[in-house]
T-cell receptor
Framework: AQSVTQLGSHVSVSEGALVLLRCNYS??????LFWYVQYPNQGLQLLLK??????LVKGINGFEAEFKKSETSFHLTKPSAHMSDAAEYFC????????????FGQGTELSVKP | DTAVSQTPKYLVTQMGNDKSIKCEQN?????MYWYKQDSKKFLKIMFS???????INETVPNRFSPKSPDKAHLNLHINSLELGDSAVYFC???????????????FGPGTRLTVL
């Protein structure tokens, strides 16, 4: 069965510092992996996704993530945090022929200090 | 134009009542979903419809009944509301024809349901 674990329910960084949000997954077949962002009182917006091909994926707002099959990880990074990055971040996995359903991690709240 | 819209945005009701949440997507997608986000922000799939056909039902109490009149609409009806039903409900849509699961899901703004 698929599952996703996000290490750290809350991460705090200073503005301009590196952002690293960790995600590990469990899947019996090659997974599709996603990072979504949720701003307060809003829906979810896709940051980036991995399906096949290049394992380093670039997304919106300067975020990127690297798929590491040997580590079953898909960590999200951004070189320099901005105040506007403060939000809840969700890692998710789906599998082929599962109707596209997303299995989400617990979420990580990112705070950015001035 | 809003891609995935939900109504109402807020819903406050008493225990035991019946309520509905409506969802519409104008993206031409073939699959729609309902997710529940609890008070700890955990998101869990509830249902999925592909071209008006139920394809995912994730062990949700039968008080919850989704209905899809056409592939652009997916409504959620909840009978006999309980305190534990309080949550934010998100509708989403994507194109998954052919078994594809790598396509982006577009989410609605959510409906915050509060059961008193």
């Amino acid at each position: 069965a698929q599952s996703v674990t996000q290490l750290g329910s809350h991460v705090s960084v200073s503005e301009g510092a590196l952002v690293l949000l960790r995600c590990n997954y469990s899947s019996s077949v090659p997974p599709y992996l996603f990072w979504y962002v949720q701003y307060p009182n809003q829906g979810l917006q896709l940051l980036l996704k991995y399906t096949t091909g290049a394992t380093l994926v670039k997304g919106i707002n300067g975020f990127e993530a690297e798929f590491k099959k040997s580590e079953t990880s898909f960590h999200l990074t951004k070189p320099s945090a901005h105040m506007s990055d403060a939000a809840e971040y969700f890692c998710a996995v789906s599998e082929y022929n599962q109707g596209g359903k997303l299995i989400f991690g617990q979420g990580t709240e990112l705070s950015v200090k001035p | 134009d809003t891609a995935v819209s939900q109504t109402p945005k807020y819903l406050v009701t008493q225990m035991g009542n019946d309520k509905s949440i409506k969802c519409e997507q104008n993206l031409g997608h073939d699959t729609m979903y309902w997710y529940k986000q609890d008070s700890k922000k955990f998101l869990k799939i509830m249902f999925s419809y592909n071209n008006k056909e139920l394809i995912i039902n994730e062990t949700v109490p039968n008080r919850f009944s989704p209905k899809s009149p056409d592939k652009a609409h997916l409504n959620l009806h909840i009978n006999s509301l309980e305190l534990g039903d309080s949550a934010v409900y998100f509708c989403a849509s994507s194109q998954v024809r052919g078994g594809l699961a790598g396509n982006e899901q577009f989410f609605g703004p959510g409906t915050r349901l509060t059961v008193l």
